[in-house]
């Protein structure tokens, strides 16, 4: 805790917390949850905030911590100076422009000695998100460089470079891939960004680059860094509003969405998707489909049965009549449809439907994503030993163990730590002993 000062009592934070109808204690405990997500042991107690109460500030690592404790506990974006926590500015700064930024973040991103610090950055659940009207069309306003310029060849690149990325991501996982698409970012796309070329040409470029961030923004959240993620869909969605790309906007949108129902934040996981509907152009059935099949899941886990139900039988219907079957990035497929289908009979208490549709997902899923094979496999083997079914479920988490070596994914590392957990408890049956055997002679290293 920081020493005391000359500070009066803050009256801010005090508001804040019966505005949340806290105690003192009941702040502390909520810093203390937050700080584990954030890789920061903290055992703060109701005596540490009667001393912020009483004017002195908590370290600066905390500060962020406090404000969004209250915000997740508030539903609304709480600063540091609303809190009392940090200056009140009677004018900001002027704000970076996006380019500026991008380099700042993808440059932190594929330094490894500045990796650790960034990953400290912490989830936002009551983050405001742009609105379509507030970032579309704005690209003039870039500075330029005078001496580049770019053309179709260019855009092409980068289009074909992020989905190469994206199949590598499939394969290894976030964790390998993510610092050389930082590094893409970094020294390629950021220059082009600012050269010269037709408006039509650099608005091509926006789009491409706003799918670059948002792929490493998933691979962000791959690795469980998930401020880092939303940092990148961030900056996603502010590049697709200057692209005019309504697509990846709201691409953008349902992937933030994702990373709301995977971390049980299920009013904002519920906002986004609706959100990301709503914002959607003229919709084929596929991306219906894809938009439809998400906000199925974040309702189901917000306990909006009926709505959940209704959306799921309409992305059934959408990709029923789907043309066609390529893959694009944010693609939806029937492996696809599968897996929601076995989210939202989870979340509703059908454990056993929830298994059916989820093996139905992996049988039909194309062996190229071998980390989300991983990671359903895990899911799979959990919720059969949930029902009693440890045989079928130590099979299952054998031919997840696989693929497991070759993937470098937080998810995956999660299940696999799941896994171990619960072997141990059922050591006494011969083929859980001999695959948790198994499983420790490919423990990851570090």
């Known amino acids: 805790m920081a020493g005391r000062s000359d500070r009066p009592p803050n009256t801010a934070l005090a508001a804040l917390i019966d505005q949340a109808r806290w105690t003192p204690g009941q702040l502390a405990h909520a810093v203390n949850r937050l700080g584990r997500e954030a890789g920061l042991k903290l055992n703060y107690d109701n005596t540490a905030v009667h001393h912020w109460l009483s004017g002195t500030l908590p370290r600066a690592p905390v500060r962020p911590l406090v404000c969004e404790a209250l915000a997740r506990r508030l539903q609304r974006p709480i600063t540091l100076s609303a809190a009392g926590l940090g200056p009140c500015q009677t004018e900001p700064a002027p704000a970076a422009d996006i380019v500026t930024r991008l380099v700042d973040l993808g440059g932190a991103d594929m330094d490894p000695s500045r990796r650790a610090v960034l990953g400290l950055g912490l989830y936002s659940a009551a983050l405001a998100i742009p609105g379509w009207s507030e970032v579309s069309g704005r690209f003039d306003r870039l500075r330029r460089d005078p001496h580049t310029r770019i053309g179709p060849g260019e855009v092409d690149a980068v289009r074909k470079m992020t989905d190469h990325l994206s199949s590598l991501d499939d394969q290894f996982g976030g964790k390998a891939v993510r610092p050389l698409a930082a590094a893409f970012l970094v020294n390629t796309i950021a220059p082009y960004l600012r ?47 200057y692209a005019g790309d309504h697509l990846t906007y709201c691409t953008t949108l349902r992937g933030m969405s994702v990373q709301a129902v995977d971390l049980h934040h299920s009013t904002t996981a519920l906002h986004l998707a609706d959100a990301a509907a709503a914002a959607s152009p003229q919709a084929g059935p596929r991306l219906r489909a894809f938009l439809t099949g998400q906000q199925a899941h974040a309702a189901a886990q917000a306990g909006a049965r009926a709505k959940a139900l209704t959306h799921l039988r309409r992305a059934e219907t959408a990709l029923e009549h789907a043309e066609s079957q390529a893959k694009a990035l944010g693609s939806y497929d029937p492996a696809a ?33 071998k980390r989300v094979r991983v990671r359903n496999r895990g899911t799979l083997a959990e919720r059969k030993l949930a029902v009693g079914r440890l045989e079928e479920a130590c099979r299952d988490w054998g031919r997840m163990l696989d693929d497991y070596p070759a993937v470098q994914s937080g998810w995956c590392d999660k299940h696999y730590q799941t896994m171990l957990a619960a072997l141990r408890r059922h050591l006494a049956n011969p083929q859980a002993r001999d695959l948790y055997e198994r499983a420790m002679a490919t423990r990851p290293s570090g």
Do not use: N, W
């Not at 706003?210 to 502010?238: F, I, N, P, S, W």
């Not at 449809?337 to 039909?364: C, N, P, W």
């Open 195 to 241: 050269a010269q070329a037709r408006e039509d040409i650099r608005s091509q470029m926006m789009s491409a680059a706003a799918d670059h961030c948002y792929l490493t923004g998933y691979m962000a959240m791959d690795e469980g860094v998930e401020g880092v993620a939303q940092r990148y869909y961030c900056q996603a969605l502010e590049l697709a509003g």
């Open 337 to 369: 449809m599968s897996y929601h289908v076995s989210q939202v009979s989870f979340e509703l208490g059908d454990l056993k439907g929830s298994i059916t549709a989820l093996e139905r997902s992996l049988r039909i899923r194309p062996p190229a994503y």
